[in-house]
């Protein structure tokens, strides 16, 4: 048995990752995929409480410990998700992942690209996405579409414009960095296009179809 793909999906808040991830999981099950759909932090108990701890604006959490919460949850989820269902042939469409750690933990808080890069190392095992797709957007058109939701921002949502700046550039080096794994797209087109381009960037990985 071939062994799945890990596509994760990264951009900051607002990006539309949700929209992409659930249209593309239907493109991919119309092509004999077998796909399962998960969030981070989240997807198992255990990194759901710690979503909740995280993104609670009641809470003060410090930057160092912010990314060690974060750490913790994908390593849970790795240990009880992640790694079983690709080992049995099973992709997995991924909202956020350790560049999403980098970007906001590594650039946002100023904690560095190094340390944060250590941390996940360890709590993945090593995990590395097949393919990251980069929803390129610009901070404030973000911040505009979370407005429109009318939702009560999270935690991390309550950060001003220059934590978000400094993300988003941050996603734009490590895409440089990467240009074989982090394909970018831009989040500004209508879904329909973003759906698109994003199954043109996976093209490569999808089996062939059948006779």
């Known amino acids: 048995m071939a062994a799945g793909k890990l596509i994760t999906i990264e951009g900051i808040d607002g990006a539309g990752k949700s929209t992409l991830a659930a249209r593309l999981a239907g493109v991919l099950t119309e092509r004999g995929v077998r796909v399962q759909s998960l969030r981070e ?18 809470l003060t959490v ?6 060690l919460l974060y750490a913790a949850a994908r390593a849970e989820l790795v240990h009880e998700r992640l790694a079983s269902a690709l080992e049995h042939g099973i992709w997995v469409l991924l909202d956020r992942f350790v560049d999403s750690s980098l970007a906001y933990q590594g650039a946002g808080r100023g904690l560095g690209f190094d340390d944060v890069r250590a941390i996940n190392l360890f709590a993945t095992g090593g995990l590395t996405p097949d393919r990251t797709l980069l929803l390129r957007l610009a901070p404030g058109t973000g911040r505009s579409r979370q407005a429109a939701r009318d939702a009560e ?9 220059p934590f978000f700046e400094a993300i988003a550039q941050a996603y734009e080096q490590l895409a440089s960095a990467e240009p074989l794994r982090i394909r ?7 879904p329909e296009q973003v759906l698109e381009q994003a199954v043109a960037e996976i093209e490569d990985l999808l089996p062939a179809p059948s006779a």
């Not at 921002?153 to 414009?161: I, K, S, T, Y």
């Not at 970018?184 to 209508?190: F, K, L, V």
């Open 62 to 67: 410090g930057s160092r410990a912010e990314a």
């Open 153 to 161: 921002p999270d935690r991390l949502e309550r950060e001003g414009e």
């Open 41 to 58: 932090p989240g997807g198992v108990r255990l990194s759901e409480r710690i979503r909740d701890l995280v993104k609670d604006p009641s």
């Open 184 to 190: 970018p797209i831009d989040a500004g087109r209508s």
